[in-house]
Antibody
Framework: EVQLVESGGGLVQPGRSLKLSCAASGFTFSNYGMAWVRQAPTKGLEWVATISYDGSSTYYRDSVKGRFTISRDNAKSTLYLQMDSLRSEDTATYYC???????????WGQGASVTVSS | DVQMTQSPSNLAASPGESVSINCKASKSISKYLAWYQQKPGKANKLLIYSGSTLQSGTPSRFSGSGSGTDFTLTIRNLEPEDFGLYYCQQHNEYPWTFGGGTKLELK
């Protein structure tokens, strides 16, 4: 069974950093691209970043470019999202998702909550 | 960025009925439109991709149609487990963008 489990969320002050992790199991992690998608309270889904299966390519939405870094450790089957210079508008539940070559996300985690507030 | 406009925002129906949810892209995305279901306490679920291709495990009462800028998700013979939130997503180009969501509620 495919499982994606996020961790590392919490309350953080504006301007500070936080690192999310996503532990994957039930599939060959190194064969798949991975993504982070977020959802602000009472809002819709918003794609954040994507990384290729081998980590050689990364893509970000404009509002997080230069502040967030997506990375992966295929030996540990783990995806990361380093979030720096956090802003109140980054407050959201962050979902880890597996994506296919067709750019659709066919497996999702339950999400990690991030609150940016003083 | 490709803007995705979903309608309606809310929809009330009864089990056994059929419903349709629409998604309009601000420019052509060819056939590259996906539909997801979101329910409290459950992982988001991919239902359909590339406009009309059912993801493995998606019941046949779900169907997708459309191309270019206009797409539709149809659910026939609603089951109790179908009530929840539905989102469309264009997977044609970065940044991937989602519609605002449709809440399907029990009438």
């Amino acid at each position: 069974e495919v499982q994606l489990v996020e961790s590392g969320g919490g309350l953080v002050q504006p301007g500070r950093s936080l690192k999310l992790s996503c532990a994957a199991s039930g599939f060959t992690f190194s064969n798949y691209g991975m993504a982070w998608v977020r959802q602000a309270p009472t809002k819709g889904l918003e794609w954040v970043a994507t990384i290729s299966y081998d980590g050689s390519s990364t893509y970000y939405r404009d509002s997080v470019k230069g502040r967030f870094t997506i990375s992966r450790d295929n030996a540990k089957s783990t995806l990361y999202l380093q979030m720096d210079s956090l802003r109140s508008e980054d407050t959201a539940t962050y979902y880890c998702a597996r994506h296919r070559k067709t750019n659709v996300m066919d497996a999702w985690g339950q999400g990690a909550s991030v609150t940016v507030s003083s | 960025d490709v803007q995705m406009t979903q309608s309606p925002s809310n929809l009330a129906a009864s089990p056994g009925e059929s419903v349709s949810i629409n998604c309009k892209a601000s420019k052509s995305i060819s056939k590259y439109l996906a539909w997801y279901q979101q329910k409290p306490g459950k992982a988001n679920k991919l239902l359909i991709y590339s406009g009309s291709t059912l993801q493995s495990g998606t019941p046949s009462r779900f169907s997708g149609s459309g191309s270019g800028t206009d797409f539709t998700l149809t659910i026939r013979n609603l089951e109790p487990e179908d009530f929840g939130l539905y989102y469309c997503q264009q997977h044609n180009e970065y940044p991937w963008t989602f519609g605002g969501g449709t809440k399907l509620e029990l009438k």
